[in-house]
């Protein structure tokens, strides 16, 4: 159990019998008031986010995620079809809005890692930094300066992103998945 004061961000909480992950937190007290915890919540299986305050009474349950490896196959008309790893018969899918943004960086066969809170899957987690190679980048002209020296790239799967002037076609990038940007060009 976890008290008011140990709710804090990336925390992941069972409230009202659901799971949820704290967004953000801030600890304070208002005059001679007792203090107060108030969070905002996103609920792991709806998507939704609420504001809720802990007080100092109040406890909250952490909740148990579980994750599994998994292979992603395909994406057909909004549907994500993953299979289990020693088992390609055992097929499954996930809606786009299970799986959130991170379905920009999801490659063919490639393994990700499910979140379930019982027998409830939650959604994909990826590596925070994934090696993609850039399938189109337009040419960088010199002294083009005027976009701060970036352009848009396109990525195997798809995703367009910013980068410098100096990745080209077939180059590999490491790509930060949480925030979508591009970190490096590695080298051949």
Not at 173 to 180: A, I, L, S, Y
Request: hydrophobic share 35%.
């Amino acid at each position: 159990m976890l008290a008011y004061n140990d709710i804090t961000v990336r925390k992941f909480i069972v409230f009202e019998d659901e799971p949820y992950e704290v967004l953000e937190s801030h600890v304070f007290r208002k005059q001679q008031r007792k203090p107060v915890n108030a969070t905002k919540l996103k609920n792991l299986i709806t998507g939704k986010v609420k504001e809720h305050s802990f007080h100092v009474s109040d406890k909250a349950e952490e909740a148990e995620l579980v994750k599994r490896d998994v292979k992603y196959l395909y994406e057909n008309r909004g549907e994500f079809w993953f299979c289990e790893v020693k088992d390609p018969s055992q097929r499954f899918k996930l809606s786009a809005d299970q799986i959130g943004p991170a379905s920009r960086f999801l490659r063919p066969n490639g393994l990700v890692s499910i979140q379930m809170f019982g027998e409830v899957m939650l959604g994909v987690s990826l590596p925070i930094k994934m090696e993609l190679k850039v399938k189109e980048a337009p040419p960088g002209i010199k002294g083009d300066s005027s976009r701060g020296g970036m352009k848009q790239i396109v990525l195997e799967t798809g995703a367009v992103i910013n980068a410098p002037l100096f990745v080209n076609e077939n180059d590999t990038v490491v790509v930060n998945t949480e925030t979508g940007d591009y970190v490096e060009r590695k080298s051949a």
